[in-house]
């Protein structure tokens, strides 16, 4: 009889950041939900899965328009800039405050310090976009637009050897002044990311 819970609730324990018994919390929350809701949400699923596209040139999820290419890329297109962003609410925080209109990557994830540990960020990808946007002069500098934690941290050291010793024509620069360390980039106000935007360091 309990089959029925424990499969939902698994489904919900896959998602990041929740554990088993928040996720059978989920499920008793929703049996107390009224069919309306249920409803509801089983189509907002599903329409989102219908509607959104992942843009092929920054991996960020954007609503169906007919192309690959997300309109931020499209505006971009003659920007010699690429800002690497941990995520999707990253890139509209900083987006939003209108301080960059260059390119954008959405890396996905953090390079794991525990090399064991799995690890989301697109690394290999981001490689390769790199490779072919230099290999067509569309690419000057790379700006590491990360939030302030070790695990950030770890990843742009990681990613600025890499790149360093790979693409020795481009320059590097990182978020200056203004971000404190425990800083999540989604959650820094638009005034403080504008500034550590402007006074980015060059490494
Ligand atoms: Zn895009």
Sequence with gaps: MNNRIDKLAELFESFPGIGRRQARRFVYYLLHKDQGYINELVAGIQNVK???NQCSECYRFFPKNGSLVCEV????????????????????NLHKTHVYDGKYFI???????????????????????IERDT???ALDEVIFALSISPEAEHTRIRLYTMLRDEFPNLTFSTLGRG????TELEYSDTETLK?????RIQQ
């Design 195 to 199: 500034y550590a935007f402007k006074s």
């Design 107 to 129: 890396l996905g994830g953090f390079i794991n310090a525990n090399e064991k540990k799995r690890s989301y960020a697109r690394v290999d990808t981001l490689i390769k976009r």
């Design 73 to 92: 890329c499209t505006q971009a297109k003659d920007s010699k800039q690429l800002a690497i962003v941990e995520k999707d609410a990253d890139f509209e």
């Design 135 to 137: 290999a067509s002069g």
């Design 50 to 52: 219908a509607e959104i």
């Design 179 to 182: 971000l404190s360390t425990g």
